[in-house]
């Protein structure tokens, strides 16, 4: 088993910046593909941002602010988000696909709440 605990979030005003954690414990996710999720109020979760190895894939709505990365001494995702947006807003979830595909994501976070300010 593997659990997943998310941090980093909270309120901030547009334009500013957060890093968000994903802590693994449990198993090594050094060969797992790590994603990050989220899901605003009264919409569908929407996938933002995975990491496979070291090569990452973003949401169109997240490139070039949106930066995911990883460290494996530390059983540790990250997820940097600059110049954010009021549509930013939602709870961020972290999630762990132990086949490295990014396709099935069978661990998932409780999520951490990113509040922007216009």
């Known amino acids: 088993q593997v659990q997943l605990v998310e941090s980093g979030g909270g309120l901030v005003q547009a334009g500013g910046s957060l890093r968000l954690s994903c802590a693994a414990s449990?198993?090594?996710?050094?060969?797992?593909?790590m994603g990050w999720f989220r899901q605003a109020p009264g919409k569908e979760r929407e996938f933002v941002a995975a990491i496979r190895w070291n090569s990452s894939t973003y949401a169109d709505s997240v490139k070039g602010r949106f930066t995911i990365s990883r460290a494996n001494a530390k059983n540790t995702v990250y997820l940097q988000i600059n110049s954010l947006k009021p549509e930013d807003t939602a709870v961020y979830y972290c999630?762990?696909?132990?086949?490295?595909?990014?396709?099935?994501?069978?661990?998932w976070g409780q999520g951490t709440q990113v509040t922007v300010s216009s």
């Open positions: 449990g198993r090594t996710t050094r060969s797992y593909a």
């Open positions: 999630a762990a696909d132990p086949r490295g595909l990014g396709s099935s994501y069978g661990y």
